[in-house]
């Protein structure tokens, strides 16, 4: 029903910041819970910001508290994720997805996914 876009990765030295930005089609977008996975060669994707329809409410892996902040623009269509104090173990790719569900630490929740876009973060 939608689709979604990935923008903003790239290569960052330890330390720096970095925007990603994850386009959505569709006119229902506002009514989809948002989230953003990663996933690191060898490794599961694993769940790293999530945010409800409106804004209101928001929730981040324990590894990223702090350092990362998850946001929307409903008029743009558009879910950001702002990267900051960025560390090596940060490097993966990074996932947009959406959900109409209610538990948005949960991969199986969500429906609609991007085709990601890699963060490389250098030491």
């Known amino acids: 029903q939608v689709q979604l876009v990935e923008s903003g990765g790239g290569l960052v030295q330890a330390g720096g910041s970095l925007r990603l930005s994850c386009a959505a089609s569709?006119?229902?977008?506002?009514?989809?819970?948002m989230g953003w996975f990663r996933q690191a060669p060898g490794k599961e994707r694993e769940f790293v910001a999530g945010?409800?329809?409106?804004?209101?409410?928001?929730y981040y892996a324990d590894s990223v508290k702090g350092r990362f902040t998850i946001s929307r623009d409903n008029a743009k269509n558009t879910v950001y994720l702002q990267i900051n104090s960025l560390k090596p173990e940060d490097t993966a790719v990074y996932y947009c997805?959406?959900?109409?569900?209610?538990?948005?630490?949960?991969?199986?929740?969500?429906?609609?996914w991007g085709h990601g876009t890699q963060v490389t973060v250098s030491s």
């Open positions: 997805a959406a959900t109409q569900r209610g538990y948005l630490m949960d991969r199986q929740s969500y429906s609609y």
């Open positions: 945010i409800s329809w409106s804004g209101s409410s928001t």
């Open positions: 569709g006119r229902t977008f506002s009514m989809y819970h």
